[in-house]
């Protein structure tokens, strides 16, 4: 299954010739796959005839629809049943059948782990593309070709761009990179705000409290006091509170300490819904999380809390957005999902120039606005 590879090479690249079909491997999660948008549009720009599929988990599907490249056929990465011994077998032959459906010319494992890499070479394409230094150095066996990534390429975005590099001439985007549009989507959000009576409200300000890790969730009591803070200071505005069902709690929370200008829809959204509110929003505020940099590509102001892990590489990309993390710590970007002292360390953050940022954002957009 392994195979010989064509050794590593640097991210200056050469470009294959009739690639019809392209698979993009990049299961999981939200920011990830959002961060992996340029670089597959990168390809489409250097293969203009090529058609794109994408192997994603079923959860993060709705993502795709606001892939730059339009995505012909979302491959279901069935996590779940691969993980239990009664429905793995189906699980299993079901994928390799999907894999295995379109002859590929060209696979390329952005994840960069074992897992990924094995499904990536079991669609049998003859040019599997994956880092040469992968999340998981087992991962190296399974691609024909291993793209070095450039000393300059910190962030998860450039890395993605450097290996699609690899087999690409034209080396920077031709088109600006921009989050399309979906009218179905900006439809169902609409009728969100207007079951709330918000359909009008121009200062939407989108909250989302949680986070996948505990060790980025930042205590609840930040986000009630920015949005009792700005409130005051904008008694006009509306949040929307988002997130899964997991942020229940702390949304309950919230609600109990604020008022009616706070609305709940955690649990509420489909992804497409997510972004479309927050293509509306005058501001989001959260924790490092898949939204937040949804918001990135969408450059809407926000602030964000970082502390287990680092803005520098995995951090939202935009002038928009000012990231607030704990400089001073020698534990800072531990990348420990659970940390007990989280809440005296890495958690603490200065609130005034927090609130501080908050609001000159707002400042800042209703300026623009009456420019206009």
Request: charged share 25%.
């Amino acid at each position: 299954m392994s195979g010989e590879t064509e050794g590593v090479v640097s991210h200056h690249g050469r470009k294959l010739r009739h690639v019809r079909r392209i698979l993009v491997v990049k299961p999981s999660s939200m920011g990830d796959v959002v961060h992996t948008f340029k670089a597959v549009q990168l390809l489409s720009e250097n293969y203009p005839k090529a058609v794109f599929d994408w192997l994603i988990v079923n959860d993060l599907s709705g993502v795709l629809d606001y892939s730059p490249v339009a995505i012909a056929e979302k491959i279901i990465f069935p996590r779940r049943d691969l993980g239990r011994i009664t429905t793995f077998l189906p699980a299993f032959f079901g994928l390799l059948r999907d894999l295995r459906y379109h002859h590929y010319d060209l696979v390329v494992d952005f994840q960069g782990l074992l897992r990924s890499a094995l499904f990536a070479r079991m669609t049998r394409c003859h040019h599997v593309l994956g880092f040469a230094d992968p999340r998981e150095k087992a991962a190296r066996k399974f691609y024909t070709r291993c793209g070095e990534i450039s000393e300059s390429a910190v962030h998860s975005i450039d890395r993605n761009m450097d290996l699609a590099r690899t087999y690409c001439v034209d080396m920077d985007l031709k088109a600006p990179y921009h989050v399309p549009n979906n009218q179905h989507n900006a439809k169902l959000a609409q009728r969100k705000l207007e079951h709330r009576h918000l359909e009008n409200r121009k200062l939407l300000i989108s909250v989302f409290p949680g986070a996948r890790w505990a060790s980025k969730t930042f205590p609840v009591e930040l986000f009630i006091k920015l949005i009792c803070d700005i409130h005051e200071r904008y008694p006009e505005a509306a949040f929307l509170l988002m997130g899964s069902l997991h942020e229940n709690k702390a949304g309950s929370q919230i609600l109990k300490q604020t008022g009616k200008y706070v609305h709940s829809l955690i649990g509420a959204t489909k992804i497409g819904e997510m972004v479309e509110l927050l293509r509306r929003s005058a501001l989001v505020i959260g924790n490092d999380s898949g939204p937040m940099h949804f918001a990135a590509a969408l450059n809407v102001p926000g602030i964000a809390f970082f502390g287990a892990t680092d803005p520098a590489k995995t951090g939202p990309v935009s002038e928009a957005i000012e990231v607030f993390e704990r400089t001073d710590l020698p534990c800072l970007h531990c990348l420990k999902r659970e940390c007990s002292e989280a809440a005296e360390l890495c958690h603490k953050l200065p609130y005034e120039e927090v609130l501080a940022s908050a609001l000159k954002k707002l400042e800042s957009g209703h300026a623009a606005e009456a420019a206009e």
